[in-house]
């Protein structure tokens, strides 16, 4: 199978991401920032968007998704960092009866075992039927199920469970709950209009409202 190049994102301003983070769904959330970032959606795997979605977390918050456990053994707690340079790349579509499932195949999917037949149906590669459900487990590379990393203290394997979309998308989610902070002390401090606070380039307006932070 051929590795999928990803594909080029550039990160969104903060008013865009409040914008495609205030979706109802997790889903249109993952959607919306990629979509923010100039990454079209439609063809793209699951794997490789939860790629980028780790990379735009790196590129907006300046600090990598990082998940951490404590070791069943010893209690030490260990930390894996996720990037899309430490994972390998999403994975292409291969030989195989299933192709990598992308966002557009999981629009309108019915709710239960109904929508995992569908999904399978929707990806299954047209004359290389029939396929099963493991068939498709082993093409998604996406970012989501159990993680084993050795113990720091004792080298025992440690086992959580990650999802890569959803710890990108929170830690989004903190940066954005920063920024409004910051923008509510702007505004109760200087009554500037909204538009004003959030033309201010980033490290500006963080200085500011520390400053206002300060004399609080
Ligand atoms: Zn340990």
Do not use: K, N
Not at 78 to 97: F, H, I, N, R, W
Not at 130 to 147: K, N, R
Request: negative net charge; hydrophobic residues 45%.
């Amino acid at each position: 199978m051929t590795p999928a190049t990803l594909p080029a994102a550039a990160p969104p301003s903060l008013p865009a991401l409040a914008a495609a983070l205030a979706a109802p769904t997790e889903l249109a959330q993952a959607v919306g920032v990629l979509a923010a970032a100039g990454v079209p959606t439609a063809g793209l795997t699951l794997g490789g968007g939860d790629r980028v979605l780790l990379g735009l977390h790196r590129a907006l918050t300046g600090r990598d998704v990082a998940i951490a456990a404590a070791c069943p053994s010893c209690g030490v707690l260990g930390e894996v960092v996720l990037t899309a340079d430490t994972l390998p790349p999403p994975s292409g579509v291969g030989d195989g009866p299933v192709r990598p499932p992308t966002y557009a195949d999981l629009a309108g999917l019915p709710v239960g075992s109904a929508g995992a037949a569908e999904l399978l149906r929707r990806c299954t590669v047209a004359g290389r039927g029939p396929a099963t459900a493991d068939d498709l487990a082993g093409v998604d590379d996406s970012l989501c199920g159990p993680l084993v990393f050795g113990c720091p203290a004792c080298a025992e394997p440690v086992r959580c469970a990650v999802d890569a979309q959803t710890l990108a998308l929170r830690g989004l989610l903190d940066l954005l709950r920063r920024y409004d902070r910051e923008i509510h002390l702007l505004a109760a401090a200087y009554h500037w209009d909204l538009a004003t606070i959030e033309a201010l380039p980033d490290s500006r307006r963080s200085r500011l409202a520390a400053y206002v932070e300060a004399e609080r």
